[in-house]
C-alpha cells in the first residue's frame, strides 16, 4: 500500500510535465513565427531591389526609390533606405519588417533586412 502522504504527487509531477510542454510549444511556435517573419522580409528586400533595379535600367518616369518603397509596402515592410545611382543599374535597398504576436516574448521586433540586385544590360 501506499503511505497517504504521497498521495497527490502524481497529479502535481503530471500538472510540470504539461507546463513544461506547453512552454516548450510555444517556444517553437516562437521560432517558426521568427524564422517566417525574416523570409518575408527577405522576400520584400529583394522585390524592393529589383523594383529598383528595373526601374534604373528600364526607366518609366518614375523614380526608382517609389518603385522599391511600393514593393516593399506591397510586401508588408516599409522602406527604409534605397541606393540608386542614376545611370548605374544598380539598387541597394533595406527595408523595415515589424514582427509581433510572439507568445513568449511579447512586444514587437523590426527586422532590418539588405539586398542589392544588379541588372546587367547586354
Not at 509531477?13 to 511556435?29: D, E, F, I, K, R
Not at 524564422?35 to 518614375?62: C, K, M, N, V, W
Not at 508588408?76 to 509581433?100: I, N
Amino acid at each position: 500500500m501506499t503511505p497517504t502522504s504521497e498521495r497527490g504527487s502524481v497529479s502535481v509531477v503530471t500538472a510540470a510535465v504539461v507546463l513544461v510542454l506547453l512552454v516548450c510549444t510555444m517556444g517553437v511556435a516562437d521560432v517558426g513565427r521568427a524564422l517566417a517573419g525574416r523570409a518575408r522580409a527577405r522576400a520584400a528586400a529583394d522585390a524592393a531591389a529589383l523594383a529598383a533595379a528595373q526601374e534604373l535600367a528600364f526607366p518609366s518616369g518614375d523614380s526608382p526609390a517609389a518603385q522599391a518603397g511600393l514593393f516593399a509596402e506591397r510586401n508588408g515592410s516599409d522602406l527604409l533606405s534605397c541606393v540608386c545611382e542614376p545611370g548605374s543599374f544598380d539598387a541597394v535597398v533595406t527595408v523595415r519588417y515589424r514582427l509581433d504576436g510572439l507568445l513568449l516574448v511579447p512586444g514587437t521586433f523590426d527586422l532590418d533586412v539588405t539586398a542589392r540586385a544588379i541588372v546587367e544590360v547586354p
